[in-house]
């Protein structure tokens, strides 16, 4: 589904576009992917794993503008993308419908803007109109800014995988689980 269009502003004063992509936005959906990728080793894909093409977030854009359930969420600064979030169903069937899970992602100059913070509000708010009731999502152990972000709108740490993400370098990331239930 495709979200109603919210303009805001962050803590430097920026006006922040947060809206639903559509097929133009495919390459830049793809310049930000693979840009995120090589920024940081806390995705659960790096871009040793190969690049996302025009094509792949076109077909990506499609399927989920179509889904009733899942929505991405483009933040845009002088209509250029420079972090996405999305909600996605959990995709188990009727008796896990009430459950969504979250990713998020910002281009790395961007950080610490205060953007990670008007996506979330935008991402939950928008989970919370779908009827979901629990958002779930997973998180590196040494991610301490996402999970400072998360713990900030009400996510709690349910469950922690020892060494659940492996590196091309032999290293290792715990993967801890958190939870926000919806009121
Ligand atoms: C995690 C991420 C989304 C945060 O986005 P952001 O725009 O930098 O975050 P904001 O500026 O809105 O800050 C939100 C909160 O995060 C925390 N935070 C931000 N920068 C931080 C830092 N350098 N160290 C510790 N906590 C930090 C703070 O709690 C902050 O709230 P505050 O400003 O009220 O103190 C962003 O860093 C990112 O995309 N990282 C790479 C991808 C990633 O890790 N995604 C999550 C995968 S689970």
């Known amino acids: 589904m495709k979200i109603k269009k919210i303009i805001a502003t962050n803590k430097l004063n920026e006006k922040i576009i947060l809206t639903s992509p559509t097929l133009k936005d495919a390459e830049q959906l793809a310049e930000h992917a693979n840009k995120v990728f090589a920024e ?3 995705l659960s894909r790096g871009i ?6 025009k094509e792949d977030e076109e077909k990506w854009i499609t399927t989920i503008n179509k889904n009733k359930s899942s929505f991405i969420i483009c933040a845009k600064l002088n209509n250029k993308i420079i972090g996405i979030g999305n909600i996605s169903s959990s995709g188990k069937g009727l008796r896990f419908r009430h459950i969504c ?3 998020i992602s910002i281009q790395k100059e961007f950080w610490g803007r205060g953007i990670g913070k008007l996506l979330m509000t935008a991402l939950i708010e928008n989970a919370q109109k779908l009827g979901y009731e629990l958002i779930r999502l ?15 709108f009400g996510f709690v740490e349910y469950g922690r995988l020892k060494n659940a993400m492996k590196y091309n370098d032999n290293t290792y990331e715990d993967m801890i ?3 926000k239930i919806l009121g």
């Open 138 to 152: 997973d998180v590196a152990g040494t991610n301490y800014t996402a999970q400072n972000l998360y713990k900030k």
């Open 40 to 42: 940081t080793r806390f």
């Open 177 to 179: 689980n958190m939870i």
């Open 48 to 53: 040793e794993e190969g690049i996302k093409s």
């Open 101 to 103: 899970s979250l990713g």
